[in-house]
Structures are given as structure tokens and as C-alpha cells.
């Protein structure tokens, strides 16, 4: 009898995972089990779901700009003209 296995891959994508398969003796099943891969594609989700959440960075205290006077605006041409 064989079986079909899975694991993480480009081969092919299903539920928005990337996934590989092979298809393997019953008798060589659990090596491939043992080496990581799965036995149903559903344990592939479960696997995504459960990685180990980063520590977040603690945030900067920014200092706040004080609003201020606007700059006055330049003049393309002088205002005396003779």
C-alpha cells in the first residue's frame, strides 16, 4: 500500500500554502513522518498557524514639533516696478 505525504514546498498550493507531496511504501511512511514531513495536507495549515511570535521592537518616543509661523513666501518678481 502507499501513501501520500506532504510538506512545505512550491509544488503545488492549496489553501494559500505551498506545498510538495510524494508518494511512499507504507513500510517507509514513518521516516518521512519523522523527517518532518505530514500525513494529511490539513497538518500543513496547523503548522502555519502555530509559528513562534517575534519580540516587537519597543517603540521610540518622538519628539512633537511645536507648530510654528510659516515662512513668508518669496516673490518671482519685485514689487517696484518704474
Known amino acids: 500500500?502507499?501513501?501520500?505525504?506532504?510538506?512545505?514546498?512550491?509544488?503545488?498550493?492549496?489553501?494559500?500554502?505551498?506545498?510538495?507531496?510524494?508518494?511512499?511504501?507504507?513500510?517507509?511512511?514513518?521516516?518521512?513522518?519523522?523527517?518532518?514531513?505530514?500525513?494529511?495536507?490539513?497538518?500543513l495549515l496547523k503548522d502555519v498557524a502555530e509559528p513562534e511570535p517575534e519580540p516587537e521592537p519597543e517603540p521610540e518616543e518622538k519628539q512633537r514639533k511645536k507648530p510654528g509661523r510659516k515662512p513668508k513666501a518669496a516673490a518671482d518678481e519685485p514689487d517696484n516696478e518704474g
Open 1 to 43: 500500500m502507499t501513501h501520500m505525504i506532504f510538506r512545505h514546498g512550491d509544488m503545488k498550493k492549496w489553501k494559500g500554502v505551498g506545498y510538495d507531496f510524494e508518494i511512499v511504501k507504507a513500510e517507509e511512511l514513518q521516516e518521512y513522518l519523522d523527517a518532518g514531513w505530514f500525513a494529511h495536507p490539513d497538518d
